[in-house]
């Protein structure tokens, strides 16, 4: 089925819209001080974006009028070229540094016109690819070897790069959003437990590897512990939060942004947005998450194909995840891992891979079927 039987999930676009929205002005309002006191001009990263915002949301449109089936071909190649651009970051001169303070990371593409983060185009073109062999391996999904194998060694070297970096918080994003389409398409239990354990041992053994990766594992089961060094990102997260009371300080107003909350722009925008809009406003942007998803979910189910299925779950999937480490992390729920909260944190990679998928799953919305598929009748039951 490859034609369009329906329109689009207007609701879809207007929730990501919003989350666009407040993303611009928690943008500007978190970041007035820091740009400032760096580059002398309180709307240095206000600027930057919002051009990144509209290049964004200009590939969602496009993306939303073309045919989802089109991609279908290409993810094997995608895959490939994604995993070209995760060795080039370990190059030096091409790989840059993410954060100045420490000079071992390395997460970014740096070349002439180009500031481009790898991992995040991989957790987009993983879900294309998993779908699609998904959809190609749908009888033989039973079988480890000729129907899972081929998948999981892709995912594996991609987790090994992004390890490298070294990034373990998107590799966990990206190994949960495997297992979650898996999940879906019918994967043996015995076989997702396999896997848990083998994520789970090569997590804590990547943990144990580094010094500084153990010292946040420790302020996260004690935030006391080592509260100038160590712990002190985190404890100020928690006193934004817990300053915001019932109603927030008020927008624009938060004490924690005057250079007390490191980097509080990009991976802990959430402090800020609970400090200044309070308990109610951070409801609000976790509704507005909640609702996404449905609608994501929804519109998957509505898909007249199996591909369609999978794809449409594993974007809802990755957005839903990645905002709910974020969120963990801020709420000192699980260590630090530095993840940007979906369409709301500073960052041009994150936000124009996930408006992207955006566009690819308000076109999934379109294509709804006059009955529940076969795969669907077999899924439910499975499940039930």
């Excluded at 993306?63 to 094997?76: F, K, N, P, S, V």
């Excluded at 007390?260 to 609970?274: A, R, Y």
């Amino acid at each position: 089925m490859n034609g369009h039987t329906g329109k689009p999930d207007h609701l879809l676009l207007v929730l990501t819209l919003l989350l666009v929205a407040v993303g611009i002005v928690m943008v500007y309002s978190s970041s007035v001080i820091v740009a400032q006191e760096r580059y002398h001009t309180s709307s240095f990263f206000l600027k930057r974006h919002l051009f990144r915002a509209l290049l964004g949301l200009l590939a969602l449109a496009v993306m939303m009028r073309i045919d989802y089936h089109r991609w279908e071909g290409l993810a094997g190649f995608g895959m490939l070229l994604s995993l070209m651009l995760l060795s080039l970051v370990l190059l030096p001169r091409i790989g840059l540094n993410g954060h100045q303070s420490d000079s071992q990371v390395s997460r970014h593409i740096s070349l002439p016109m180009l500031r481009f983060q790898p991992s995040e185009l991989v957790k987009l073109v993983m879900v294309f690819y998993l779908a699609r062999q998904l959809t190609r391996k749908e009888k033989l999904i039973g079988d480890f070897k000729q129907g899972l194998l081929p998948s999981i060694c892709v995912i594996g070297i991609s987790l090994l790069l992004i390890v490298l970096e070294p990034d373990l918080g998107t590799a966990i994003v990206i190994g949960l959003l495997a297992i979650t389409m898996f999940l879906v398409a019918g994967v043996r239990w015995l076989h997702l437990l396999a896997l848990g354990t083998v994520g789970l041992a090569g997590a804590a053994a990547f943990v144990l590897s580094a010094p500084y990766r153990m010292r946040r594992v420790l302020t996260f089961l004690d935030p006391t512990w080592d509260p100038g060094g160590a712990s002190y990102q985190l404890r100020q997260s928690l006193i934004s939060l817990g300053s915001g009371g019932v109603m927030g300080v008020g927008l624009g107003n938060s004490r924690q942004k005057l250079l007390f909350l490191p980097e509080p722009h990009t991976d802990f925008v959430f402090s800020i947005l609970g400090e200044e809009l309070g308990f109610i406003g951070v409801v609000i942007i976790l509704s507005l998450f909640l609702l996404l998803a449905w609608r994501g979910i929804r519109a998957a189910r509505q898909a007249g194909d199996r591909f369609g299925f999978l794809l449409g779950v594993g974007i809802t999937a990755s957005i839903f995840i990645n905002m709910a480490v974020n969120v963990a992390v801020v709420a000192s729920l699980c260590p630090t891992t530095g993840l940007p909260l979906p369409f709301i944190s500073y960052g041009g990679s994150s936000l124009l891979m996930n408006l992207i998928g955006m566009g690819v799953l308000i076109n999934i919305s379109r294509g709804h079927a006059r009955k529940k598929p076969p795969w669907a009748r077999r899924r439910t039951a499975c499940a039930s």
